[in-house]
């Protein structure tokens, strides 16, 4: 799949993994493609894996372009699988 | 216009063979409201942030449908930049999908380090070819790359090296003992992906011809291959493992992969110092526009993405948005008589946690970026 959702990190776990959170929903993902996450930073989600980091105007500007196509749905789908 | 979305696949089983493989292709999902009537410019930068796993490919595809659909001449050096940048997003894919297969084969983490290395290889090109500006602006014009370039093209190749083949005779001209050999060293990522699958006698799984699975009526004129099996099937290697008709299991599928990606560093290197020599301002011909009778203008452009091909397809009125379409080899490949449909049915595995392994395996060599679920029934 060629969308990757922004999601907020919500907890820093060991070994190079987190918990994200969109809306109500968390997933814990792997932070092993991007380097310097903190507590609070956007980063692009894509099957389990954080891509890279955004800022949150353009996580905002992304969720709100993937709400108008009617993508966010399968966004979700990506948090939650 | 559609997207590619999560693919849903069920194996229907019979102890360990695939008697059908029923894939659900990607939710086409409309974007017209979000495109039309919108400015050229804001639409490309909108593509580039939706499709953020390959937003390089799609957004250069874009570009080059607009230039055209505007008439805009496209700078002779602009165009061989954004090829070189489309080459750098693939080669991260292959390096990415590679480094995640190999560490999910063996149970292991990832090599971390070397994975974020990579993520980084297509921005650090852009930002170098594209100092504080938009490659993907209609009618930007690249400068004459610095050392920036040079050494993202340098760090490219040292990374492949490292993850995929260091050699003096190229991979895809092995033959299949010698590419056996090299794998058993295990001397790179790449290596110790290949070498269990030949070991576990796995290299034509998936091959459609060697098996009798369900999906044999599945019609072969919608099993189009885009992928770097069909970018790199003229390699010796390639080739040695394609049937007759070029049916292709596993190992040709991967073979494919590291050959292509085992190739890239050579091709930036050598775009980027061809820059140079393209004289400034020199224009290639525009892709073809199309006019209707209401004086809209419509044109179509492609770019190789590590998936396959993208296809966008533009439709102007006033120089605003009327229509977009992109095609995406992801849903053609995910049909539900496409290749990994074909493929997947002609799975069997003397266990059944085998087959979970092989399908997946299979899936991620068909697309290093597909989001999917496969149950086995």
């Given at each position: 799949m060629c969308l990757a959702i922004p999601a907020r990190v919500v907890e820093l776990l060991d070994d190079d993994m987190a918990v994200v959170a969109f809306d109500r929903v968390t997933k814990r993902i792997s932070l092993?493609?991007?380097?310097?996450v903190s507590l609070g930073d956007f980063v692009l989600v894509h099957v389990g894996y954080a891509l890279h980091k955004v800022s949150p105007e353009e996580a905002e500007r992304t969720l709100q372009l993937m709400a108008e196509a009617g993508v966010l749905e399968e966004g979700l789908e990506e948090i939650s699988a | 216009m559609s997207v590619d979305g999560r693919v849903s696949i069920d194996l229907v089983c019979d102890g360990g063979r695939v008697m059908e493989a029923i894939v659900t292709p990607p939710r086409p999902v409309a974007l017209g409201p979000i495109v039309r009537a919108r400015p050229v410019t804001e639409v490309i930068s909108a593509i580039g942030s939706l499709f953020s796993v390959c937003s390089i490919a799609q957004s250069a595809a874009s570009v080059e449908a607009a230039e055209a659909a505007l008439e805009i001449g496209t700078d002779r050096r602009t165009k061989q930049a954004r090829r070189l940048l489309v080459l750098t997003e693939t080669l991260r894919e292959h390096l990415l999908r590679i480094g995640l297969d190999t560490a999910s084969l063996a149970g292991e983490p990832a090599d971390g380090k070397t994975l974020r290395r990579s993520m980084r290889l297509p921005q650090r090109l852009k930002q170098a070819l594209f100092p504080g500006g938009n490659?993907?602006?209609?009618g930007v014009c690249v400068g004459i790359p610095g050392a920036d370039a040079a050494e993202t093209a340098a760090e490219a190749s040292h990374l492949t090296q490292s993850v995929v083949y260091e050699g003096e005779?190229?991979?895809?001209?092995?033959d299949r003992d010698a590419f056996a050999q090299w794998a058993m060293e295990r001397g790179t990522i790449a290596a110790r992906l290949i070498a269990p699958v030949l070991a576990r006698g796995?290299?034509?799984?998936?091959?459609?011809?060697t098996t009798n699975g369900g999906?044999?009526?599945?019609?072969?004129?919608?099993?189009?291959d885009t992928s770097c099996l069909a970018r790199q099937a003229g390699a010796p290697l390639v080739r040695a493992f394609?049937?007759?008709?070029g049916g292709a299991g596993l190992a040709a599928r991967l073979a494919a992969r590291v050959v292509e990606a085992s190739t890239l560093p050579a091709q930036i290197a050598g775009g980027l110092a061809a820059l140079r020599d393209v004289a400034e301002g020199s224009e290639v011909p525009t892709r073809e526009v199309f006019r209707d009778e209401n004086g809209g203008r419509s044109a179509t452009a492609f770019a190789e993405a590590a998936r396959g091909r993208l296809e966008h397809r533009i439709v102007l009125n006033d120089d605003r948005i009327a229509d977009y379409a992109i095609t995406a080899p992801t849903s053609i490949h995910f049909a539900e008589s496409g290749i990994a449909a074909s493929s997947l049915s002609a799975l069997a595995a003397s266990r059944r946690e085998d087959l979970a392994v092989q399908a997946d395996l299979l899936v991620r060599a068909i697309d290093p970026c597909v989001g999917y679920d496969i149950r086995l029934r």
């Open positions: 092993a493609l991007v380097a310097d | 490659a993907f602006v209609p005779k190229p991979l895809g001209e092995m796995w290299a034509m799984i998936g091959h459609p011809e999906n044999e009526h599945l019609p072969k004129e919608t099993s189009a394609l049937s007759e008709n």
